[in-house]
């Protein structure tokens, strides 16, 4: 079945760059995503890409991908406080449409 | 429209009980997603109903768990003879489906069985 991995745990000063990174084993994996959780909050889009892309940017996100190895990372650059959050990575694949999560990556920005 | 909406945000029940959750899809969204997430996991997926046809069921979803979406908008998650492994976040997500693909999540109910 599928699978999805993250590292648990990141810490960046502010202005830093973040660097999240996932690992996927679906090659069927159409779509990915990264989400973003704040405590006590839904999960929200921060963007997402199409499997036959290899990078998005969208402001202060890139989004990178390797198709070949299975591996997507999200860069903030100019990472702030607020940005401070467990980022999930997801995958769906066209059929099915619903969402495979990793377990998260915690970021936690220090002043 | 204010997005997806859960209720209840919050329930406490007793071991045994039944329990059910609504969901509210935000109005055009033919997509209704269910899934459910335990503490220090990302969310696993539990169901998911095209307008009112119920398309498919996780394993994790056990013959305790029943799902509806009588008319194609809300949705009702109903977990009976609740057992302390129930205890979650359940969330519910919506989407238009076709080729946007993106999904929108409620705040979700904590469920806590004690």
């Known amino acids: 079945g599928e699978d999805v991995e993250q590292s648990l745990f990141l810490s960046v000063r502010e202005g830093d760059s973040s660097v999240i990174n996932c690992t996927y084993t679906d090659s069927s994996s159409t779509y990915l995503y990264w989400y973003k959780q704040e405590p006590g909050a839904g999960l929200q889009l921060l963007t997402y890409?199409?499997?036959?892309?290899d990078m998005k940017q969208d402001q202060r996100l890139t989004v990178l991908l390797n198709k070949k190895d299975k591996h997507l990372s999200l860069r903030i650059a100019d990472t702030q406080t607020g940005d401070s959050a467990i980022y999930f990575c997801?995958?769906?694949?066209?059929?099915?449409?619903?969402?495979?999560f990793g377990s998260g990556t915690r970021l936690q920005v220090q002043p | 429209d204010t997005g997806v909406s859960q209720d209840p945000r919050h329930k406490i029940t007793k071991r045994g009980q039944n329990v059910t959750f609504r969901c509210d899809p935000i109005?055009?969204?033919?997509?209704l997603y269910w899934y459910r997430q335990t503490l220090g996991q990302g969310p696993e997926f539990l169901t998911y109903?095209?307008?009112?046809?119920?398309?498919?069921k996780s394993r994790l979803l056990s013959d305790r768990f029943s799902a509806e979406r009588p008319k194609g908008s809300f949705s009702t998650l109903e977990i009976q003879r609740t057992e302390q492994g129930d205890s979650a976040m359940y969330l519910c997500?919506?989407?238009?489906?076709?080729?946007?693909?993106?999904?929108?999540f409620g705040q979700g109910t904590r469920l806590t069985v004690v």
């Open positions: 997801a995958e769906s694949d066209t059929g099915r449409r619903a969402l495979t």
């Open positions: 890409i199409f499997s036959n892309m």
């Open positions: 109903f095209q307008n009112e046809a119920q398309l498919e």
């Open positions: 997500a919506s989407s238009r489906g076709g080729v946007d693909t993106e999904a929108f």
């Open positions: 109005s055009e969204h033919n997509r």
